[in-house]
C-alpha cells in the first residue's frame, strides 16, 4: 500500500475492523491497524458501515475527524518508530510517552508535528523536512 486510493484505505480499515470484530486472522499490517482502532471507539461505528464509508466526506466545515486520514497517521508513526526512520524519532517517542503518560498521547502529539510537516511541504511545493519533523517532536518532547 505505497499509493493507495481513497476507497482501498476506507476499504483496508473497515475490512480490518470486520475481521477484528469477526475474530479472523489478520496480517500484521491489519493487527497494528486493529490495536489503533481499539483505541478509538469514536470510529467504531463508523467503520462498522462498509457501505457509506466510501461515500462519507470530512471537510473541515463539518467539523468531523476524518477517522481514516487519523488511522493511517497511527499507522505511519507506528511504521516510523518501528524502523526510527527519521533516526532519533524512537528515542524523542520514549521521552514523549514519559512525559505524556500514554503512547496513545504521545503518537498524537507526533501526529501533530507530522501534520505540520505536511502542510509546509505542501505549501512550499517542496519534499517532507525530515529534519524539520524530527525537530519539532523533539521540542514537543522537551517541553515541561
Known amino acids: 500500500m505505497f499509493n493507495p486510493s481513497r476507497d482501498e484505505v476506507r476499504r483496508f480499515f473497515t475490512d480490518t ?16 491497524a486493529a ?6 471507539p469514536e470510529y467504531h461505528e463508523e467503520l462498522a458501515d462498509e457501505a457509506a464509508a466510501s461515500s462519507a466526506e ?3 466545515e463539518s467539523g468531523r475527524t476524518n477517522p481514516y486520514l487519523h488511522l493511517s497517521m497511527h ?4 511504521e516510523q518508530l518501528s524502523i526510527d526512520q527519521p533516526p532519533g ?13 500514554s503512547t496513545h498521547e504521545a503518537h498524537h502529539a507526533i501526529m501533530d508535528c507530522l501534520g505540520e510537516t505536511i502542510w509546509e511541504a505542501q505549501r512550499n511545493n517542496a ?4 529534519d524539520a519533523y524530527l525537530a519539532r517532536i523533539e521540542r514537543r518532547a522537551s517541553r515541561d
Not at 17 to 32: F, S, V, Y
Not at 35 to 40: L, M
Not at 75 to 78: C, E, F, N, Q, R
Open 89 to 101: 524519532i524512537r528515542a524523542a517517542h520514549e521521552r514523549l510517552v514519559a512525559r505524556l503518560g
Open 75 to 78: 499507522l505511519a508513526i507506528s
Open 35 to 40: 490495536d489503533w482502532i481499539v483505541e478509538h
Open 58 to 60: 470530512y471537510s473541515p
Open 17 to 32: 475492523w470486520r475481521k477484528q470484530r469477526a475474530g479472523e486472522i489478520l496480517t500484521p499490517l491489519e493487527a497494528i
Open 127 to 130: 519534499p517532507l523536512d525530515t
